[in-house]
């Protein structure tokens, strides 16, 4: 049974209903729509030529704010800080993955502004050692798992290796959603909220 359309969004077309549907539920359930190809650039380019507007003011109620990126095709919803309660919680080992990706990303940005960040398993297990030094790393399916659900939040693309002795070859491309969702303006603000991980145990909200 379909619940009748909201009397606030009347103004929308018939035709451009069920995209707008599609991409408030995206945004609610992984907090990103990726627009680049099938039905996702449709959607996409609807609400981006139409609709942002409608979907930041229903954003707002919830303390989410509506990110459109520059340069590529991502619709991003942020959660305020302290301020929306729709937020995903890390453990300390998946909060330790993710400052590990910010901060690769970030490097390779000030290196050279790119679309695509990409490493490997390998390079993220090494880094991981070098930044957390004291903490053991993960285990490859530990890291997989972890990876995994931060795929599935679109905060990256991952592609395990198909030979399960070759983990390390796994690819992963870092998204520029990941740093958006725990921004930080200098290294330094990064590197106060790594220290609290690298002694204590606790869950993290980014």
């Not at 996702?40 to 609400?47: D, H, S, T």
């Not at 959660?79 to 993955?97: Q, Y």
């Not at 070859?169 to 330094?188: G, H, K, M, W």
């Amino acid at each position: 049974m379909s619940l009748p359309w909201p009397s606030f969004w009347n103004d929308v077309p018939e035709r451009d209903r069920a995209a707008l549907r599609e991409c408030v539920a995206e945004l609610l359930i992984n907090g990103v729509l990726l627009g680049h190809d099938g039905r996702a650039r449709e959607i996409y380019l609807v609400v981006r030529d139409q609709y942002q507007q409608h979907l930041t003011e229903y954003l707002a109620v919830l303390n989410l704010e509506l990110h459109a990126d520059p340069e590529q095709p991502i619709l991003q919803a942020r959660p305020l800080a302290g301020e929306c309660e729709l937020v995903v919680r890390f453990s300390k080992d998946e909060t330790l993955l993710v400052l590990t990706l910010w901060r690769v990303f970030d490097e390779a940005q000030l290196e050279q502004r790119q679309e695509a960040v990409v490493v490997t398993a390998e390079d993220v297990h090494a880094r991981l050692k070098l930044y957390f030094e004291h903490i053991e790393p993960p285990s490859p399916s530990h890291l997989d798992r972890m990876l995994a659900k931060l795929r599935r939040k679109r905060l990256i693309r991952y592609r395990k290796s198909e030979d399960d002795e070759r983990f390390g070859d796994s690819q992963i491309e870092i998204l520029p959603t990941l740093p958006r969702v725990i921004p930080f303006d200098t290294p330094a603000e990064w590197e106060q909220q790594a220290a609290l991980y690298r002694t204590n145990g606790e869950e993290a909200k980014p």
